[in-house]
């Protein structure tokens, strides 16, 4: 029997969590019981139950809260800190955002700008309210995106810098005598003063040609910055070829934070680079930010300094200054003869050597900016977060730098939903959070283009749904606006709605939307993932090693993230600097044993250079020295010409291959042609991963450890948001590894909070085997825990019935939709009947009474009005067909009254169908658990009676489609939703027996 798709009574049932054999044969046939009503019978274990019911604030989801800059008041403040708190989120990161306000005149940056007394007021105001209500509350390092401040210019030293590039074309033998070429493209708005670095010559060669790009002759290159005088300089090209002669200036990019001004003066973006840069952050902080009020409360509510995605955009070369010096000084040359290479232009090459050496450069150049924004920008702020009380949490992506280093670095590294091409882009920055020994991977999440108003929460759990699976353990919603600012219209002020005139990004959460009384159902849901994907330590099969630290590339691991991810392989990555890490010891044949204790080590080509054969000598001898102490490695391609990534010094690659040939001596290491080979590669060296499924599935994973109880939670999830064939169900067996050979499997519904045993599974050495089935989308999450002393709960390993299930009195009992005599077996053979006897037909719930509310704008832009309408239905239907609900948004109550007779049903599942957005169940005026918004069966059985039942379905909607109509000029191009209980609806009997009894 499936326990998710549609059997012969054509119910479509929920979780199963559970395996066994049909006795005499191997079929699995069995599922777990649906949580959601009635007492629960479970073994004692160490299981956190009050815990896991109950998720603390600490890792409850939080929100983006976006305020249009000091535009705020104390009271409404406090208020929308009550609405967070008492929706069950955990808190939120304030944030200046006004995108959505075109008409920056109604603004009023000197008064109400960010970082004026109006902001502290409103900053005190929140972290006073926040402490009140047990939540925390972060905040941004700045205005909007990136970090900026207001005191210091564009043209000031710590403000972000370019390298601007100016070309002239000399002819052989011609000389030129005049003024240093201007840059290609002119200074932007408030850059006043520029430094001339240097200027070069060097010949053109055709044959290093590539597109648009020019090619260069390498060996040509000259100095001629000795040569300028007062900004002209006379140089006659020699006799061959044509020539160009560059120069390169330095000065301020002049980029400001998004969506500005909100400040004034307004804030320049700071230089990443160096340490300048980062403390004129600290400078403004110390002195304008942190009021003695504000330093007090970050003490009792504060939780994290947070900076959003590095996003310094440029039409030149990032720099900074000394840069040439640094390079010199960490790559061991110089960097003048590569400058022509290196250079941009609109964020594109310019110029060209051979392939080879502008790449190996291009590299170095990267890896040195890496180096500077980590050592100045991401240590210095960390630090310094943490001696005011805060953590430091960021997005150490969007610039070509190593951001697996900087997620070892931060508290709380940050990914994003939005940007994030695939899971592999999670995965990049969970390997630095574990090797440097951090806890939570968050994300923003949920921020839809196009999807303001109209974004489902069932939209957002399916898009999050795999992330957790790959490293992801906190979610920053995307986002909370505050109610109003000047000049908007109904439903209030929103962060990212208009943009550009037309529908902006989700999501503006809150009292505003229909959804929102049923949000703290989500909140608890989400609450609960992240608190078993922060338990213990995480547990990953593979560490593969990373020439580049890069992230947000959607670029996976070969044979890793194609093939191993859908039978069960887990990986994470890893680059140069984190394999020097404390925590990279080699213990048992694990890498990094206190933490994700990886089993091998993978390496292969540098899929960011085309696969190029490539490592460091340090990387290659840290490699070695992992191996000789236990460490598997596995590597793949042709190693026997490989490279070092940089530009080669004398001798280099030669002592490369030489580390390279004892390395492939070591017997812990297997080197592969081809990607096909790599799972025989593994098995010759012993790995195994934690978790097995015999065929190719869309099921991902996460494995946590704590103590020696085994956490796993299980997705049916997409691993990329590319466009594909839509995933579909999954029902099969999968087999968890185990700390505790005596440790059995436990439900923990997601859900519910409710914690129970599964009933039905079989158990090898280290190993437990179960069936698992889950809808597109959905989740579950399972405990490996070992029973108190004599409090080990029944199980069986095969029934011919539906589901099995532990009932009071430590029994097991059977249930099934169908009337029968069914055969479970007990561990050791020994099978035992069951009868379930006549069961009543199903019956579909057509006949509904539905009451209204419609959500309407009211007196002012932050008011909303509603309208109720009473309606009959002899049938369901989406709203917009209801001539009466066409263009209405709200919530929606269904009341339908069923007759069980007067004996009653023994139990009943309610399969509400489809349901458009949010819902909740209420049965003879019992509420019931929170309904699993993915696949919405709820067991109604402990909550019926004889003769009349009432039941009621509570749907919510998104604002969509009244918008559609309120505000036509912004959202009337948007498509009525199919809002409401669309069904179809049937209430389903079940049957129950106990395991053999007579």
Request: glycine share 10%; hydrophobic share 40%; proline share 7%.
């Given at each position: 029997?499936n326990?998710?798709?549609?059997?012969?009574?054509?119910?479509?049932?929920?979780?199963?969590?559970?395996i066994?054999?049909?006795?005499?044969?191997?079929?699995?046939?069995?599922?777990?019981?649906?949580?959601?009503?009635?007492?629960?019978?479970?073994?004692?274990?160490?299981?956190?139950?009050?815990?896991?019911a109950?998720?603390?604030?600490?890792?409850?989801?939080?929100?983006?809260w976006?305020?249009?800059?000091?535009?705020v008041?104390?009271?409404?403040?406090?208020?929308?800190?009550?609405?967070?708190a008492?929706?069950?989120?955990?808190?939120?990161?304030?944030?200046?955002?006004?995108?959505?306000?075109?008409?920056?005149s109604?603004?009023?940056?000197?008064?109400?700008?960010?970082g004026t007394?109006?902001?502290?007021?409103?900053?005190e105001?929140?972290?006073?309210?926040?402490?009140?209500?047990?939540?925390?509350?972060?905040?941004?390092?700045?205005?909007?995106?990136p970090?900026?401040?207001?005191d210091?210019?564009?043209?000031?030293?710590?403000?972000?810098?370019?390298?601007?590039?100016?070309t002239?074309?000399?002819?052989?033998g011609?000389?030129?005598?005049?003024?240093?070429?201007?840059?290609?493209?002119?200074?932007?708005?408030?850059?006043?003063?520029?430094h001339?670095?240097?200027?070069?010559?060097?010949?053109?060669?055709?044959?290093?040609n590539?597109?648009?790009?020019?090619?260069?002759?390498?060996g040509?290159?000259?100095?001629?910055?000795s040569?300028?005088?007062?900004?002209?300089?006379?140089?006659?090209?020699?006799e061959?070829?044509?020539?160009?002669?560059l120069?390169?200036?330095?000065?301020?990019?002049?980029?400001?934070?998004?969506?500005?001004?909100?400040?004034?003066?307004?804030?320049?973006?700071?230089?990443?680079?160096?340490?300048?840069?980062?403390?004129a952050?600290?400078?403004?902080?110390?002195?304008?930010?942190?009021?003695?009020?504000?330093?007090?409360?970050?003490?009792?509510?504060?939780?994290?300094?947070?900076?959003?995605?590095?996003?310094?955009?440029?039409?030149?070369?990032?720099?900074?200054?000394?840069?040439?010096?640094?390079?010199?000084?960490?790559?061991?040359?110089?960097?003048?003869p590569?400058?022509?290479?290196?250079?941009?232009?609109?964020?594109?090459?310019?110029?060209?050597?051979e392939?080879?050496?502008?790449?190996?450069?291009?590299?170095?150049?990267?890896?040195?900016?890496?180096?500077?924004?980590?050592e100045?920008?991401?240590?210095?702020?960390?630090?310094?977060a943490?001696?005011?009380?805060?953590?430091?949490?960021?997005?150490?992506?969007?610039?070509?730098?190593?951001?697996?280093?900087a997620?070892?670095?931060?508290?709380?590294?940050?990914?994003?939903?939005?940007?994030?091409?695939?899971?592999?882009d999670?995965?990049?920055?969970?390997?630095?959070?574990?090797?440097?020994?951090?806890?939570?991977?968050?994300?923003?999440?949920?921020?839809?283009?196009?999807?303001?108003?109209?974004?489902?929460?069932?939209?957002?759990?399916?898009?999050?749904?795999?992330?957790?699976?790959?490293?992801?353990?906190?979610?920053?919603?995307?986002?909370?606006?505050?109610?109003?600012?000047?000049?908007?219209?109904?439903?209030?002020?929103?962060?990212?709605?208009?943009?550009?005139?037309?529908?902006?990004?989700?999501e503006?959460?809150?009292?505003?939307?229909?959804?929102?009384?049923?949000?703290?159902?989500?909140?608890?849901?989400?609450?609960r993932?992240?608190?078993?994907t922060?338990?213990?330590?995480?547990?990953?099969?593979?560490?593969?090693?990373?020439?580049?630290?890069?992230?947000?590339?959607?670029?996976g691991?070969?044979?890793?993230?194609a093939?191993?991810?859908?039978?069960?392989?887990?990986?994470?990555?890893?680059?140069?600097?984190?394999?020097?890490?404390?925590?990279?010891?080699?213990?048992g044949?694990r890498?990094a044993?206190?933490?994700?204790?990886?089993?091998?080590?993978?390496?292969?080509?540098?899929?960011?250079?085309?696969?190029?054969?490539?490592?460091?000598?340090?990387?290659?001898?840290?490699?070695?020295?992992?191996?000789?102490?236990?460490?598997?490695?596995?590597?793949?391609?042709?190693?026997?010409?490989?490279?070092?990534?940089?530009?080669?010094?004398?001798?280099?690659?030669?002592?490369?291959?030489?580390?390279?040939?004892?390395?492939?001596?070591?017997?812990?290491v297997?080197?592969v042609?081809?990607?096909?080979?790599?799972?025989?590669?593994?098995?010759?060296?012993?790995?195994?991963r934690?978790?097995t499924?015999?065929?190719?599935?869309?099921?991902?994973?996460?494995?946590?450890?704590?103590?020696?109880?085994?956490y796993?939670?299980?997705?049916?999830?997409?691993?990329?948001?590319?466009?594909?064939?839509?995933?579909?169900?999954i029902d099969?067996?999968?087999?968890?590894?185990?700390?505790?050979r005596?440790a059995?499997?436990?439900?923990?519904?997601?859900?519910?909070?409710?914690i129970?045993?599964?009933?039905?599974?079989?158990?090898?050495?280290?190993?437990?085997?179960?069936?698992?089935?889950?809808?597109?989308?959905?989740?579950?999450?399972?405990?490996?825990?070992?029973p108190?002393?004599?409090?080990?709960?029944?199980?069986?390993?095969?029934?011919?019935?539906?589901e099995?299930?532990?009932?009071?009195?430590?029994?097991?009992?059977?249930?099934?939709?169908?009337?029968?005599?069914?055969?479970?077996?007990?561990?050791?053979?020994?099978?035992?009947?069951?009868?379930?006897?006549?069961?009543?037909?199903?019956?579909?719930?057509?006949?509904?009474?539905?009451?209204?509310?419609?959500?309407?704008?009211?007196?002012?832009?932050?008011?909303?009005?509603?309208?109720?309408?009473?309606?009959?239905?002899?049938?369901?239907?989406?709203?917009?067909?209801?001539?009466?609900?066409?263009?209405?948004?709200?919530?929606g109550?269904y009341?339908?009254?069923?007759?069980?007779?007067?004996?009653?049903?023994?139990?009943?599942?309610?399969?509400?169908?489809?349901?458009?957005?949010?819902?909740?169940?209420?049965?003879?005026?019992r509420?019931?658990?929170?309904?699993?918004?993915?696949?919405p069966?709820?067991?109604?059985?402990?909550?019926?009676?004889?003769?009349a039942?009432?039941?009621?379905?509570?749907?919510?909607?998104?604002?969509?489609?009244?918008?559609?109509?309120?505000?036509?000029?912004?959202?009337?191009?948007?498509?009525?939703?199919?809002?409401?209980?669309?069904?179809?609806?049937?209430?389903?009997?079940?049957?129950?027996?106990?395991?053999?009894?007579?």
């Amino acid at each position: 029997m499936n326990d998710d798709r549609t059997g012969q009574d054509g119910l479509t049932r929920r979780h199963v969590l559970q395996i066994g054999t049909v006795a005499g044969g191997g079929a699995m046939v069995a599922a777990a019981l649906p949580l959601g009503g009635g007492a629960v019978a479970h073994a004692a274990t160490g299981l956190p139950e009050a815990r896991f019911a109950r998720p603390a604030a600490a890792v409850r989801p939080k929100f983006r809260w976006w305020w249009p800059d000091a535009h705020v008041t104390p009271a409404e403040i406090r208020r929308e800190i009550d609405q967070i708190a008492d929706a069950g989120f955990g808190g939120a990161e304030i944030v200046a955002v006004h995108h959505s306000i075109r008409d920056k005149s109604v603004l009023d940056p000197v008064h109400h700008g960010w970082g004026t007394p109006a902001w502290n007021a409103g900053v005190e105001a929140a972290l006073d309210q926040a402490r009140k209500r047990g939540i925390t509350v972060d905040l941004t390092i700045g205005p909007a995106w990136p970090a900026a401040v207001p005191d210091i210019t564009p043209d000031s030293p710590a403000a972000v810098q370019e390298l601007a590039y100016g070309t002239v074309t000399v002819a052989g033998g011609a000389t030129h005598d005049g003024p240093v070429p201007e840059p290609a493209v002119g200074p932007h708005t408030g850059v006043t003063r520029r430094h001339l670095e240097a200027v070069h010559a060097v010949r053109k060669d055709p044959a290093n040609n590539s597109g648009k790009v020019v090619g260069l002759a390498r060996g040509t290159w000259q100095d001629l910055t000795s040569r300028v005088r007062d900004g002209r300089i006379a140089w006659t090209a020699p006799e061959d070829g044509e020539w160009l002669l560059l120069s390169y200036w330095r000065r301020g990019s002049g980029q400001r934070p998004e969506s500005g001004p909100h400040s004034a003066p307004d804030c320049a973006v700071v230089d990443h680079f160096s340490r300048a840069g980062t403390q004129a952050v600290i400078d403004f902080w110390e002195e304008r930010l942190l009021t003695p009020k504000i330093r007090r409360l970050i003490r009792q509510a504060g939780g994290a300094l947070f900076e959003d995605s590095i996003e310094l955009e440029t039409e030149a070369l990032n720099w900074t200054p000394g840069l040439a010096g640094e390079f010199q000084k960490r790559r061991g040359y110089a960097l003048e003869p590569y400058l022509p290479v290196i250079v941009l232009n609109d964020e594109d090459p310019v110029f060209s050597y051979e392939a080879d050496v502008t790449r190996h450069a291009r590299h170095d150049f990267w890896l040195t900016v890496s180096e500077l924004f980590n050592e100045h920008h991401f240590v210095p702020l960390t630090t310094w977060a943490h001696s005011i009380g805060l953590e430091f949490r960021a997005q150490p992506y969007g610039l070509q730098t190593d951001t697996i280093h900087a997620a070892a670095i931060v508290d709380i590294p940050e990914g994003e939903s939005l940007g994030f091409k695939n899971l592999d882009d999670y995965r990049t920055l969970a390997g630095g959070r574990d090797l440097g020994g951090r806890k939570v991977l968050s994300c923003e999440a949920g921020a839809y283009q196009g999807g303001a108003y109209n974004t489902t929460w069932d939209k957002l759990l399916r898009t999050m749904g795999g992330a957790y699976a790959a490293g992801l353990n906190m979610t920053v919603l995307h986002g909370f606006s505050y109610a109003t600012a000047p000049g908007v219209n109904w439903p209030g002020f929103a962060g990212f709605t208009p943009y550009n005139g037309g529908i902006g990004y989700a999501e503006s959460w809150g009292p505003r939307q229909p959804t929102w009384r049923h949000a703290p159902d989500v909140s608890a849901y989400l609450g609960r993932v992240h608190q078993l994907t922060q338990a213990g330590q995480n547990r990953i099969d593979i560490a593969v090693f990373r020439q580049k630290g890069l992230s947000k590339t959607g670029i996976g691991a070969g044979w890793f993230t194609a093939s191993g991810i859908p039978i069960g392989w887990t990986h994470q990555f890893a680059s140069e600097p984190v394999l020097d890490l404390p925590s990279a010891t080699v213990s048992g044949g694990r890498l990094a044993p206190r933490g994700p204790a990886y089993k091998a080590l993978f390496v292969e080509g540098d899929r960011f250079s085309g696969r190029e054969t490539t490592l460091t000598v340090s990387a290659a001898r840290r490699i070695l020295d992992l191996t000789r102490k236990g460490l598997p490695v596995v590597f793949v391609g042709d190693w026997s010409a490989a490279t070092v990534p940089g530009v080669a010094k004398d001798g280099e690659n030669e002592e490369l291959r030489a580390v390279l040939k004892q390395l492939f001596a070591q017997p812990k290491v297997r080197a592969v042609a081809t990607e096909p080979e790599v799972p025989g590669a593994l098995e010759a060296l012993g790995v195994r991963r934690d978790v097995t499924y015999a065929t190719a599935s869309t099921l991902l994973h996460a494995h946590r450890a704590e103590d020696d109880i085994d956490y796993y939670y299980l997705v049916n999830g997409k691993h990329s948001e590319t466009p594909k064939p839509p995933i579909a169900a999954i029902d099969h067996e999968v087999t968890l590894t185990r700390t505790d050979r005596r440790a059995v499997p436990h439900r923990l519904d997601l859900w519910t909070g409710e914690i129970e045993p599964i009933a039905l599974y079989r158990a090898d050495g280290d190993t437990v085997t179960l069936r698992v089935a889950l809808q597109p989308g959905e989740a579950t999450a399972i405990a490996l825990a070992r029973p108190a002393p004599g409090r080990a709960a029944p199980y069986a390993t095969a029934t011919e019935a539906a589901e099995i299930r532990v009932v009071p009195g430590n029994r097991l009992a059977i249930r099934d939709t169908r009337a029968g005599t069914y055969t479970t077996t007990l561990p050791g053979g020994r099978t035992a009947p069951a009868t379930i006897a006549e069961l009543p037909a199903p019956i579909a719930l057509t006949g509904w009474r539905l009451q209204v509310e419609d959500f309407r704008p009211g007196r002012t832009a932050a008011e909303t009005a509603t309208v109720r309408h009473d309606l009959v239905l002899d049938a369901l239907k989406p709203w917009p067909q209801i001539p009466e609900l066409a263009d209405v948004s709200g919530v929606g109550r269904y009341t339908a009254t069923v007759d069980l007779g007067r004996d009653g049903w023994p139990g009943a599942y309610l399969e509400l169908g489809e349901v458009f957005d949010t819902c909740r169940v209420t049965v003879n005026g019992r509420r019931l658990p929170a309904v699993d918004l993915i696949n919405p069966v709820v067991d109604v059985g402990p909550y019926l009676r004889r003769g009349a039942n009432t039941i009621e379905v509570e749907v919510a909607t998104t604002l969509n489609n009244r918008l559609r109509v309120s505000d036509p000029a912004v959202y009337g191009g948007a498509s009525r939703q199919n809002y409401g209980l669309v069904g179809p609806v049937r209430l389903v009997p079940y049957g129950e027996a106990t395991v053999g009894a007579s």
